[in-house]
């Protein structure tokens, strides 16, 4: 990867070509990767997320005609509106999360600038390009209109451009990592008092991306029909139980008695979402305590239930996991984002990363015959200013 400078230098130059100055200000929100807890967000459950250090930059000047003119270094197109009547640009889709945060700031004190985008987050890979994107806006909103806010209320109008204007339901999970997150830490977030912990990660383990680089495919209406199946179960374990609202609710021994109850694929996928809430919680202990013996066993049983249960994998993943799990140097391996293709996660030996690599990369590439991308990430700081 290029070093920061190199990277500031590059977006000020092209910042300088396209718009004929420099930008005032270049503002910053970082990806993220789940530890453990797949889909459990919009089940109001637990997640161990980490932001990291693939983020996505925005770099930007005032205007003072309450125009917005963007500009991606890594996307084709330009767009541009007025903050005065924001809507959709079916040609620049990835204008829209910037149009969808600016809809939902509170709009009297909104600035309108010239901006560029310059982002290491790959697209459409499971690691919220999307979220970081939305981030990065809300702070640059908020530098511009020199106006503060709690980064958890920036979380959720991220989550209103994804959910309300771009129209994809998802959970609170990325913005609320890209917004939130702490150098060095994972947070451990719970989805539905919207709070977390900040949980270290032992010295000695690296956190590697293993990107499948196969497409996610058909994952829009796959991800809503996991979530109709998780209302489903919730609907028919309330009439048991009232007090349940969502299957964050649910304990484990509940589940057990009124599973036979459910058509089988729905108690499939509320089986999964409930061990894997209970997965969340027990990894904030094994990673205080470096238990590899349980990491292990936590992400294999996560990436088991996601295969077998939920059902969101796909055989490039599989050929993946089978590389990841061979390795020298792994630790723990399971799938991360919504599934179906994308990146995978592994707790790694810090000394053997490399290692690590070379042997998944050649192991994968000889089952798919399609190249992979390897590399360990790092927790990093939420969206703000370029530091
Ligand atoms: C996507 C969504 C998140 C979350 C994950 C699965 O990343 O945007 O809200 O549901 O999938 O855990």
């Known amino acids: 990867m290029m070093t920061q400078q190199a990277r500031l230098a590059r977006i000020s130059a092209e910042f300088q070509a396209i718009y004929g100055t420099p930008p005032s200000a270049i503002v910053r929100a970082p ?16 997640v161990m997320t980490m932001p990291i250090d693939r983020d996505t930059w925005l770099a930007v000047r005032p205007r003072d005609d309450r125009e917005v003119h963007l500009r991606s270094h890594n996307l084709a197109g330009h767009s541009q509106f007025s903050l005065h ?18 809809r939902f700031m509170p709009n009297e004190s909104l600035v309108g600038f010239d901006g560029l985008i310059d982002s290491t987050v790959p697209f459409g890979s499971g690691l919220s390009s999307s979220a970081a994107l939305e981030m990065a806006t809300v702070a640059a909103f908020l530098h511009l209109g020199d106006l503060s806010m709690d980064p958890v209320q920036m979380a959720i109008i991220g989550q209103r451009a994804e959910n309300e204007f771009v129209g994809v339901k998802t959970g609170i999970l990325d913005q609320y990592s890209s917004a939130l997150g702490q150098t060095g830490c994972a947070l451990q977030l719970d989805c539905r008092h919207l709070t977390s912990e900040p949980i270290p990660i032992d010295r000695s383990l690296a956190v590697v991306i293993c990107n499948t680089n196969f497409k996610r ?10 979530r109709a199946q998780c209302l489903e179960g919730v609907y028919i374990l309330r009439q048991h139980d009232p007090t349940i609202e969502a299957l964050r609710d649910v304990t484990v021994a509940q589940f057990a008695e009124f599973s036979a109850e459910m058509p089988p694929i729905i108690a499939k996928r509320c089986r999964f979402i409930i061990e894997e809430n209970q997965r969340v919680q027990q990894l904030a202990d094994a990673l205080a305590a470096n238990d590899q013996h349980t990491l292990w066993q936590l992400f294999a049983d996560s990436y088991n239930g996601a295969r077998d249960l939920f059902e969101i994998s796909v055989p490039a993943m599989d050929a993946m996991i089978a ?19 994308g990146c995978m996660v592994a707790l790694v030996e810090q000394e053997r990363v490399a290692e690590f690599s ?29 530091q």
């Open 323 to 341: 590389a990841m799990r061979s390795a020298p140097g792994s630790v723990a391996a399971r799938q991360t984002g919504a599934g179906f293709g």
């Open 85 to 102: 009547e924001i809507k959709h640009d079916p040609q620049v889709e990835w204008s829209n999360y910037v149009r969808g945060v600016a």
């Open 31 to 46: 990806g993220r990767v789940d530890l453990m807890g797949s889909h459990t967000d919009y089940n109001m459950g637990f």
């Open 217 to 226: 495919q058909l994952v829009g209406s796959e991800y809503d029909d996991r």
């Open 358 to 386: 070379a042997y998944v990369a050649q192991t994968y590439r000889a089952t798919t015959q399609i190249e992979p991308e390897i590399y360990a990430v790092s927790a990093s700081a939420g969206a703000g200013l370029l």
